[in-house]
């Protein structure tokens, strides 16, 4: 007996990391690859190319990818304290401390267009979940719930 469900390429975290379609995890969710243009950061497709689901589920929905984009800056931090700590250390004698401020602030600046993505393609993953008949089924229509005008508008 044949089985219709297919083994994802993707993991989900290679998908939402690889800013993949949470629902396919094939097609792409940017329309354009990262750059330094800010206007395109956070540009998305209106649906996945492979599946048709639409990534502009209803009206400020991305709103809160800025908790998530939150707890990424967090744990950034985090990491490279102790990482600062463990290959400088701290001490309350110099400037060391004052030196990884400002290093976590230039690192998380040039992070900012990647965490910004990033925080996106997981809040997503969080409504959207994977389906391994996505060939044979259909999104969700979210029509009623969706302003065109509105979308995108940041």
């Known amino acids: 007996m044949e089985q219709n469900k297919q083994k994802a390429r993707r993991s989900y975290l290679g998908a939402a990391l690889g800013l993949y379609c949470p629902r396919c995890r094939e097609g792409k969710l940017f329309q354009k690859p990262l750059s330094l ?5 956070t540009q998305m497709n209106k649906c996945c190319s492979e599946c048709g689901q639409p990534t502009e589920i209803e009206v400020g929905f991305y709103y809160g990818t800025s908790y998530v984009s939150y707890m990424l800056t967090v744990a950034i931090s985090v990491a490279s304290a102790i990482a600062w700590w463990v290959i400088v250390g701290f001490s309350i004698n110099d400037n060391r401390f004052v030196y990884w401020i400002v290093f976590n602030a230039f690192l998380l600046i040039l992070m900012q267009p990647w965490m910004m993505r990033l925080a996106r393609s997981f809040w997503l993953s969080w409504f959207v979940k994977y389906d391994p008949q996505w060939r044979e089924t259909k999104p969700v229509n979210v029509n009623e719930r ?8 940041w």
């Open 37 to 41: 243009n800010l206007k395109e950061i």
């Open 146 to 153: 969706v302003n065109n005008d509105q979308g995108n508008n």
